[in-house]
Structures are given as structure tokens and as C-alpha cells.
């Protein structure tokens, strides 16, 4: 039997990140999410890429692959908010004209670039992510993660990242 095309599409992205790449975190979150969403409709991180470690005063990248299942509502437009929290935090948005989150069937790979502060102190921090409705409320959009993943307002972990002194 031959695997569904999202997987080998997974499989091969998360090759291509990883292959030689050793200051980057691969991440596969596909255990981590539910079987049945709360609101039917399930939005999820399955897998990521991001850095080990970043400099304050620098970017980092970040690559995520979303998939949406469910009976979405067409007319449904996502605001993804990112944080990087820990001894300090800051959060970045990006609207839906910036990202494709919430579309109907959709599995898509997302690349983001994001700066850390240049006062951020050096610790650990978490990166997690959250949807608001610009359509509806403006209110939190449920993701399909289990609960533990959820760290404050709504966001969900997806990894850890650690801010150190900026390197020449």
C-alpha cells in the first residue's frame, strides 16, 4: 500500500531541513495533537524546524507545516500569532493576508522570519503559536493540540529555543 502524499511530502521536507543541518531543531509534533477538536474543525502544527539557539538582536527562522481538517467556513480568516516567551517575552503577528492558516483541507509548509530583541536576557524560552478570528470575535480559534501543549492566553508550545550572547 502506498503512504498518503501529505506524509512522504513530510517525510522529504523534514529530510531536506535536517540533512546536515546541526543547529536546528526538527520537530514532529504529529503525536501531540487530538483525534477529535473541539470545534470539529482541527488546526495543527504536524512538524517544525527551528533553531537551537539565536542572539538577541537577531532573526530566526522558523518553518512549519499547518494543516487544517475539518468543515472550515470559507469565509474564515486567521490572524497566527507567534510567542517566544521565557525570562522575557514578545509576541509577532502575522494577519491572514501574511499566511495561509484555515484553509479548507489545507497542508502547507509556512517559513517565517522573526527577531529577538535586542534586551531580550539569555535563558530558555518557548516558542508557541496561537490562532485569533479577524472575521468572527477576534476571539482564540481552538487548535487540535492535547492540553499539556498549552502554556498561557491560548498559545501552544511547539518547542524551545535558547537566547545566548550574540557570537562573532
Given at each position: 500500500m502506498t503512504p498518503p502524499i501529505p506524509y512522504l511530502l513530510l517525510s522529504i521536507l523534514l529530510c531536506?531541513?535536517?540533512?546536515?543541518?546541526?543547529?536546528?531543531?526538527?520537530?514532529d509534533l504529529s503525536d501531540q495533537v487530538v483525534t477529535k477538536p473541539v470545534?470539529?474543525?482541527?488546526?495543527?502544527?504536524?512538524?517544525?524546524?527551528?533553531?537551537?539557539?539565536?542572539?538577541?538582536?537577531?532573526?530566526f527562522d522558523v518553518q512549519m507545516e499547518w494543516r487544517t481538517v475539518g468543515s472550515?467556513?470559507?469565509?474564515?480568516?486567521?490572524?497566527?500569532?507567534?510567542?517566544?516567551?521565557?525570562?522575557?517575552?514578545?509576541?509577532?503577528?502575522?494577519?491572514?493576508?501574511?499566511?495561509?492558516v484555515g484553509e479548507l483541507h489545507l497542508a502547507n509548509w509556512l517559513s517565517y522570519d522573526f527577531l529577538v530583541p535586542e534586551d531580550f536576557p539569555a535563558g530558555e524560552y518557548a516558542f508557541g503559536v496561537r490562532l485569533l478570528d479577524e472575521v468572527g470575535d477576534g476571539g482564540d480559534v481552538p487548535l487540535g493540540f492535547v492540553p499539556e501543549m498549552e502554556i498561557t492566553d491560548g498559545y501552544y508550545r511547539l518547542a524551545n529555543i535558547a537566547v545566548g550572547p550574540a557570537t562573532d
Open positions: 531536506l531541513f535536517s540533512c546536515g543541518n546541526e543547529d536546528r531543531q526538527n520537530i470545534d470539529g474543525v482541527g488546526h495543527y502544527v504536524y512538524a517544525l524546524t527551528i533553531p537551537k539557539t539565536v542572539a538577541p538582536g537577531e532573526k472550515v467556513d470559507p469565509n474564515a480568516r486567521y490572524t497566527m500569532e507567534a510567542i517566544l516567551t521565557g525570562p522575557k517575552a514578545k509576541v509577532y503577528s502575522l494577519p491572514s493576508g501574511a499566511n495561509t
